[in-house]
């Protein structure tokens, strides 16, 4: 990356929890200032950052929401008022509501596309016309999109439609050595994913992929990180599903 090594700046949305902060924590890990972007969790957020710093990283907390488009073009600005730029960014905020199309309800259609479709699009394009040069960004989708399984319409279609921005956006970025991917998770043991299901539903979708277990937050992080890091630079325009082999 064109900034120095000791001062490469990743925002990741989302990450007062769940995935998003198994992301913060690794590509702090990795040697990343972190600014944990979060919607109204504010306590989680500082409290990842005190870990953050704690382990020796550095940690920023910062309070946006995604679908906003002027809170995101602040938060951007805020990042390099104290660091000088940002050169990766991880889309990970979003929701996921689920019914049948049939019995899908304008709200539950509407908050999905505003903070998974339209947030993860402004966070891209704010990240397009500021992002330093040999920059990283990193969509998530969903293993839903290849699974396509009743009751996710809605959810799948703002996941879709993020992988089919994410390869516009790699041509698009042409010449300035940025590179654009998806992590499309599958099942994962996040309050996200389990809140509300039956035990049984859970261990049932713990053994329909080949490896026979849930996903757990790190292991969408360390793809996330390979990604972002220097052995994933020749990897652009792909969608890479962790899913241990569901689909």
Do not use: C
Not at 48 to 66: C, N
Not at 87 to 109: F, K, Q, S, T, Y
Not at 135 to 145: E, W
């Amino acid at each position: 990356m064109s900034s120095s090594e000791q001062n490469r700046v990743a925002i990741v949305t989302g990450a007062s929890r769940g995935i998003g902060a198994a992301i913060a924590e690794r590509l702090a890990r990795d040697g990343f200032t972190t600014v944990i972007n979060y919607a109204g969790r504010a306590a989680e957020a500082e409290a990842l950052a005190a870990k953050i710093e704690a382990a020796g990283g550095h940690a920023l907390t910062h309070r946006a929401d995604v679908s906003d488009p002027a809170a995101v073009a602040r938060m951007f600005a805020a990042a390099e008022a104290a660091f000088g730029g940002v050169d990766v960014v991880v889309n990970n905020a979003g929701i996921m509501r689920l019914a049948p199309i049939a019995e899908a309800e304008d709200a539950l259609v509407d908050s999905q596309l505003a903070i998974n479709l339209k947030g993860s699009l402004n966070m891209m394009r704010e990240a397009a016309r500021r992002l330093r040069e040999g920059g990283r960004i990193v969509n998530l989708s969903s293993s839903v999109v290849g699974l396509t399984p009743p009751g996710y319409g809605p959810y799948a279609a703002t996941k879709a439609a993020v992988e089919a921005l994410t390869h516009v956006l790699a041509k698009e970025l042409r010449g300035r050595r940025i590179t654009v991917n998806a992590v499309a998770p599958g099942p994962t043991a996040t309050a996200l994913f389990l809140d509300g299901k039956p035990q049984a539903v859970i261990d049932q979708l713990a053994k329909a992929a080949p490896l026979e277990r849930l996903g757990q937050p790190e292991d969408i992080a360390a793809a996330v990180a390979f990604l972002a890091g220097p052995d994933g630079a020749w990897v652009n325009g792909q969608v890479l599903r962790a899913n241990g082999g569901i689909v």
